[in-house]
């Protein structure tokens, strides 16, 4: 009966697997995290203040 041994065996791989793969996520969440990684291309840009102007008068009225 090799099958109980294989089956603890592969059980034993996949446990281990899922605690070395939650732990990383634990690790990278204190640095970051998923909503903090999708905003980073936006804090590359520069706010750009748009100058104060009058009204504008189109051709029409200026020809009036």
């Known amino acids: 009966m090799a ?3 294989l089956t603890l065996a592969i059980s034993l791989v996949l446990a ?3 605690v070395a793969f939650f ?3 634990q ?4 640095r ?3 909503e903090r990684d999708s905003l980073l291309p936006l804090a ?4 750009r203040t748009v ?3 009058g009204p504008r ?3 029409d009225f200026r020809r009036g």
């Not at 690790?27 to 204190?30: C, H, Q, W």
């Open 32 to 34: 970051g995290g998923a």
């Open 3 to 5: 099958v109980i041994p």
């Open 27 to 30: 690790e990278r969440s204190r």
């Open 23 to 25: 732990l990383r996520e």
């Open 51 to 53: 100058p104060a102007r």
């Open 57 to 59: 008068v189109s051709e």
């Open 44 to 47: 590359e840009e520069t706010k």
């Open 16 to 18: 281990l697997t899922f």
